[in-house]
């Protein structure tokens, strides 16, 4: 490595409040995210690779980059890096065991059904989703769409493809059905199995928008997102969603997230459990 290389990788850029407050407002529009001052470190930090990779000088030049023409594609690399992607299998196994126990017996005349994994991160989720409904629901049909607002995150879980580790939490049987162990160059890999990948689609989508294009759900989770998410943000988040639940539809939460004030009637269930009413 050249010496300039070294100097320049160690340059430290500060990040003024008055770019750190066009930032807030930047994410805040195009995503809803908030970024109260306490994250203004996490922000200098995960922009500043970007500023270095980008030979740019303050990030005042790094925001004017992001609103231009020809910065969209550097929006969407700075919208995954300033957005919270933690997820694994099984999250949060209550509501899985929900959707074995209570709901599925409830669907099991209808022909088909559709579950979203809204804001599905890396794909655990949706896997996790497709991995119940092919034990508990075939061979009668089942469907899992995941989106997110991060392209990155899409690509990385139509893969399906994960680190070893992030395995840990799926039950034996899962792993052993549903879960090829990686050899050669995909050592300390595994793969989710063909079939069951071919079964969840990835899509993107941000949630601050209305999706009709995703069609109707019977079983939505919105899990560890709405944490983000200011009030007025939450209840516009909600209402998109809602619109994609049918009557008598679920729809989970993260254990963490209230639905202080939803903007629909829901009936609550469980802590974290919902359903819209029929009519
Ligand atoms: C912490 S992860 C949650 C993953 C999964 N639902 C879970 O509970 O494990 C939050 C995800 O929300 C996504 N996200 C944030 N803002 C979003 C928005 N406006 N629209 C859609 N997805 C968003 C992020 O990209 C991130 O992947």
Redesign the pocket.
């Known amino acids: 490595m050249s010496s300039a290389a070294v100097s320049f990788s160690a340059r430290q850029i500060a990040l003024s409040e008055a770019e750190f407050r066009l930032l807030q407002r930047l994410f805040y529009d195009q ?3 908030q970024l109260p001052p306490v994250k203004k470190p996490l922000v200098c930090g995960r922009l500043a690779k970007r500023l270095a990779a980008l030979q740019l000088d303050s990030y005042q030049q790094y925001y004017k980059l992001l609103v231009s023409p020809q910065g969209a594609d550097e929006l969407e690399v700075a919208i995954d890096l300033i ?6 299998f099984f ?1 949060e196994p209550q509501h899985f065991d929900y959707l074995q126990q209570k709901i599925l017996p409830q669907l099991h005349g209808q022909a088909d059904l559709r579950v979203w ?5 890396t794909g ?2 949706a896997y996790t989703l497709a991995m119940l409904l092919d034990q508990h629901r075939s061979p009668k049909a089942w469907s899992v769409v995941g ?4 392209l990155a ?1 899409l690509e990385s879980a139509r893969k399906g493809l994960f680190v070893e580790g992030r395995g840990d939490k799926i039950p034996p049987h899962y792993l052993k059905r549903y879960c090829l162990k990686g050899r050669d160059r995909y050592a300390g890999y595994f793969l989710v199995e063909r079939e069951l990948r071919e079964r969840v689609e990835f899509r993107p ?4 928008s209305p999706a009709p294009e995703l069609g109707l759900f019977d079983v939505i ?1 919105l ?3 709405l944490i ?1 998410f200011d009030l007025p943000t939450k209840q516009l ?1 909600l209402k998109h969603v809602l619109e994609r639940l049918r009557p008598g539809g679920w729809l989970m939460v ?1 254990h963490s997230e209230s639905l202080q004030g939803p903007p629909m009637r829901l009936e609550q269930l469980a802590p974290s459990i919902y359903r819209k009413p029929l009519r």
């Open positions: 995503v809803g995210i957005t919270t992607h933690e997820t694994y999250r994994s809204a804001a599905s991160s655990e989720e989106t997110d607002v991060s995150v989508n941000n949630l601050t989770l899990r560890n997102v983000y988040v993260g």
